[in-house]
């Protein structure tokens, strides 16, 4: 493979995985959304500015979260916070299949793969109970 190609390759999976974790990002956001406003919570989308810079500890930081009034009931509460999860294992579930289905392009496999990696790891991190995210809101529902 020629260096120039081998350029664009890389190019292209770094852009896919932006987009897919900008996308991952909105569409996580729109499933709180989509759960708050269907209990009537008066949901709204906001976006966080991201600071460069580089840091050697572990700290989780909303990109973008959604606001909502408060409901009275833990299960509408439980479902509003457990909409994005779901919407990015559905997602990830989805790029699996392609992954899965689309063996003999080796392009295409990539591009998938990179935008799966995202919707796993966007997963994981929102179901795990880390500081302020959707896992421990959850589980603060339950104590």
């Known amino acids: ?37 269907h209990f009537g919570l008066n949901p709204e989308i906001k976006w966080e500015n991201i600071e460069a810079g580089w840091s050697f500890r572990f700290e989780t930081k909303a990109v973008a979260y959604t606001e909502f009034d408060k409901s009275d009931s833990d299960i509408e509460m439980f479902v509003v916070a457990l909409t994005g999860p779901l919407v990015n294992l559905v997602l990830g579930l989805i790029f699996l299949s392609i992954y899965v289905l689309k063996k003999d392009n080796v392009y295409v496999r990539m591009l998938v793969l990179t935008a799966l990696v995202p919707c796993i790891f966007s997963f994981l991190m929102n179901v795990l109970p880390f500081n302020g995210t959707d896992g421990e809101f959850i589980l603060n529902l339950f104590n």
């Open 1 to 37: 493979m020629g260096k120039i190609k081998i350029l664009f390759v890389v190019f292209g999976i770094l852009a896919a995985f932006l987009v897919s974790f900008m996308g991952n990002v909105y569409l996580h956001e729109l499933g709180h959304y989509a759960a708050a406003d």
